[in-house]
T-cell receptor, first 112, second 116 residues
């Protein structure tokens, strides 16, 4: 069964605009971590942002922010002021005790 | 510097052969993972281990085997039973959730396996 769902296979955004990627997950656990990873063409996995489930405050990292809705099991990523270097595959990941699982990914294309 | 090292970067295998992909970490992480990534696809979990001498099957374990004899090492063997092994393989490690705000998964550079 799919535990982490990313429903948008591809998103296109113009430079300087904002794009929001969706992610939902399924769990009965109360303590876990959520992540967004970026994978550019080099295939290196790069951590974009991290959220701890017991923290109500949404995480932010510069132009990246999340909207974490624990009750709805939703974890969306907002990229503000998009730059050409943001073009990459973005993966949502869920880490309860021991089993790190990923969504299918969303390809983000930033156009000039 | 601490990190995860995967080797080799590229690997070619003849049909019917077993091959072993190496993954070593010096981050003192308890948990280690192997993922398979096909072109344009997400990361599918093959095996994971939370502690030495213990490991669990992921979603696509058939045709693969692992061992965890040392905390630092988690090699993956792709056996001849794996019908379509050509893919990109990623190894990762992480500390247990709850070990402070530094929890994240660290990844190796990956191994590209091609059956010839």
């Amino acid at each position: 069964a799919q535990t982490v769902t990313q429903s948008q296979p591809e998103m296109s955004v113009q430079e300087a605009e904002t794009v929001t990627l969706s992610c939902t997950y399924d769990t009965s656990e109360s303590n876990y971590y959520l992540f967004w990873y970026k994978q550019p063409p080099s295939r290196q996995m790069i951590l974009v942002i991290r959220q701890e489930a017991y923290k109500q405050q949404n995480a932010t990292e510069n132009r990246f922010s999340v909207n974490f809705q624990k009750a709805a099991k939703s974890f969306s990523l907002k990229i503000s002021d998009s730059q050409l270097g943001d073009t990459a595959m973005y993966f949502c990941a869920f880490l309860p005790w021991g089993k790190l699982q990923f969504g299918a990914g969303t390809q983000v294309v930033v156009t000039p | 510097d601490g990190g995860i090292t995967q080797s080799p970067k590229y690997l070619f295998r003849k049909e019917g052969q077993n091959v072993t992909l190496s993954c070593e970490q010096n981050l003192n992480h308890d948990a280690m993972y192997w993922y398979r990534q096909d072109p344009g696809q997400g990361l599918r979990l093959i095996y994971y281990s939370q502690i030495v001498n213990d490991f669990q099957k992921g979603d696509i374990a058939e045709g693969y085997s692992v061992s965890r004899e040392k905390k630092e090492s988690f090699p993956l063997t792709v056996t001849s039973a794996q019908k379509n092994p050509t893919a990109f393989y990623l190894c990762a490690s992480s500390p247990p959730p709850g070990q402070g705000t530094g929890t994240e998964a660290f990844f190796g550079q990956g191994t590209r396996l091609t059956v010839v």
